[in-house]
């Protein structure tokens, strides 16, 4: 995916909305968010936006916010209100419900890719050019809005038309100027966010507004995301290097043996005339003259005369400049996060500093007045045996925890946990994702303004976990409260979580036969424990206690298993934690 990290985008969200009754188009909702927060999520790798219309008190201070003049102008007055400022410009109105940053990329990528053109419109599925949905280079907009004049007022989006332009068909370009349109994308965005897992970790991955890019040195950013390749600073080796103990030599043998020994890390300058030999270390730079290394159980060694064996192989033990690689070689793709593996080889390349999202900081949250941690059970309480061990099952997803809570069952307490655990970039909820009389979490977030981006999905257990975002970003993943039912689902969306804020690839599905699919699939996907038992089968169990963990002892994954799935069908694992 192309960085937006260059680019402004303009949200027209004025209008009058005269087919509609004249209503707040940018604040009506469909499928738990608004339309203006739509768009923005769908804009929030840029540099700097702008939305254009009537102020709005509870948008980030980050947001600039203009008025076009006369209000309800019309988007080119919007545009020309909003001004250019950046080399690339986004144009979009915030009545579109279906709109993703994978939409916005392709018009980026699209302009890009087109040297010749001054704009990229977005093309829909019946073949019309949404002029107001474009990708602009910004001297270009500013020139076509100068040419107006000064009264842009009421002025059509084909005003602006420039001779060079290039169309791309694009998901998301789905409007709503009519309530029997509001009602078809509230109907489309239920199905969204009530789906299976797959579909749901889909829209998690594409909905969630994009982490800010940060440079850091690589041994700082472990957990991280690169969000640019990670590119060789330097060759390896560097210079050409030993790659066995034995003799730096020149020439053709025989060859007179020097007392001097290379070392690796060696200063001293130490050069061989043609029919020398000097012993060398693994990893010690060749010396000037010497044309390959000999590795030790290929020579002998004779009053001073090194020789090569009698029928040993002729072979170069040295590694050349640039033989691993040569400056300017991408070493991980954006998307790939840092592990050992990728922050070794940027230390290997001499990569002082990388560009990267994340990582992704949890405030982990346990509630319900019957939970205890610590010290003797009183009547009525259940110990905390989650809690502990939540924190470890975040880091398995990628995740850093970078706060614990347990919060009781009060009146405020999630309004207070959601307007106090500041800081972090997801807040994870064990508990009160129901409907009970204590599960107060869906309301707390309604309170908090926060959008819906999966209200529940179709699975057991897990089924009434939700995914939302707050004003400020955070995102709060919701799981049951139940054990097994709280890792299963951890276990299945987190991973999903970090992806969409960091732009992390997700990784592929890990796949395998399930023995005895046929006895435990039901009418949704279920989410269930399972253990390998040979051949490449693995088995799952059907019936197992919920309220501990115990019955994760011994089971490598938690298996997928599809509704109507046959015996010995590939169902999806996810891994457990060892």
Not at 146 to 163: F, T, V, W
Not at 438 to 443: E, N, T
Not at 520 to 530: C, E, M
């Amino acid at each position: 995916m192309s960085s937006l990290t260059d680019v402004e985008a303009v949200i027209v969200a004025g209008g009058r909305a005269t087919r509609m009754g004249g209503v707040d188009k940018p604040a009506l909702v469909v499928g738990g968010r608004r339309l203006l927060d739509i768009a923005l999520a769908a804009v929030a790798g840029c540099r700097r936006v702008t939305v254009v219309g009537p102020r709005r008190d509870d948008l980030a201070a980050a947001v600039i916010q203009v008025q076009e003049r006369p209000a309800g102008a019309g988007p080119v007055a919007a545009l020309a209100a909003a001004g250019v400022h950046e080399s690339v410009v986004l144009t979009l109105a915030a009545d579109l419900p279906f709109l993703t940053a994978d939409t916005v990329t392709a018009l980026v990528e699209a302009l890009r890719g087109n040297t010749g053109s001054d704009a990229a419109f977005a093309i829909d599925n019946s073949g019309r050019i949404q002029f107001l949905l474009a990708a602009w280079r910004g001297p270009a907009l500013a020139g076509h809005l100068a040419a107006l004049g000064s009264d842009p007022a009421n002025q059509p989006m084909k005003a602006l038309l420039p001779e060079r332009y290039v169309t791309v068909p694009v998901a998301g370009t789905a409007d709503c100027d009519t309530p029997q349109e509001l009602a078809q994308a509230r109907a489309a965005r239920s199905e969204l966010v009530a789906a299976d897992p797959d579909a749901a970790r889909a829209e998690i991955r594409k909905s969630l507004p994009r982490l800010p890019v940060r440079t850091r040195a690589p041994q700082e950013a472990a957990g991280a995301t690169l969000a640019a390749p990670l590119v060789a600073a330097e060759a390896l080796p560097r210079a050409a290097v030993s790659a066995m103990d034995g003799y730096a030599v020149a020439g053709d043998g025989p060859w007179l043996l020097r007392t001097e020994v290379h070392r690796a890390g060696a200063t001293q300058p130490l050069g061989l005339h043609d029919g020398q030999a000097a012993r060398i270390a693994t990893g010690a730079y060749l010396p000037p003259g010497a044309t390959t290394v000999v590795r030790d159980e290929h020579v002998e060694v004779t009053a001073g005369t090194v020789t090569r064996i009698p029928g040993a192989p002729v072979r170069d033990d040295a590694r050349r400049r640039g033989e691993d690689w040569a400056p300017g070689v991408e070493l991980a793709a954006a998307g790939v996060a840092l592990g050992p593996a990728v922050i070794s080889a940027a230390l290997s390349g001499e990569v002082t500093a990388v560009q990267v999202r994340g990582p992704v900081r949890v405030h982990v949250v346990v509630t319900g007045d019957e939970i205890r941690r610590d010290g003797p059970l009183r009547e009525g309480q259940t110990r905390d045996s989650l809690g502990p061990v939540l924190p470890g099952f975040v880091q398995w997803c990628g995740a850093a925890v970078a706060g614990e809570a347990h919060l009781r069952d009060t009146g405020d307490g999630f309004d207070r946990l959601l307007g106090e655990a500041t800081g972090v970039d997801v807040i994870v909820v064990a508990g009160a994702t129901g409907g009970g009389a204590a599960d107060q979490l869906r309301s707390a977030l309604a309170r908090a303004g926060a959008s819906l981006v999966v209200e529940r999905v179709r699975c057991k257990p897990g089924g009434s976990q939700v995914t939302a975002v707050l004003p400020d970003g955070r995102v709060v993943l919701g799981l049951p409260g139940n054990p097994v039912a709280a890792v299963a689902t951890l276990l299945v969306m987190l991973p999903a979580v970090v992806d969409g804020l960091t732009g992390r690839r997700p990784q592929p599905l890990w796949t395998a036969p399930l023995a005895n699919a046929s006895q435990v699939s039901g009418d949704i996907t279920r989410l269930l424990p399972a253990r390998q038992i040979g051949n490449g089968l693995w088995l799952c169990d059907n019936a197992i206690r919920t309220a501990h963990l115990a019955g994760l002892i011994g089971r490598r994954a938690i298996a997928l298993v599809p509704p109507g799935a046959a015996d010995g069908d590939p169902v999806e694992l996810v891994p457990l934690p060892q």
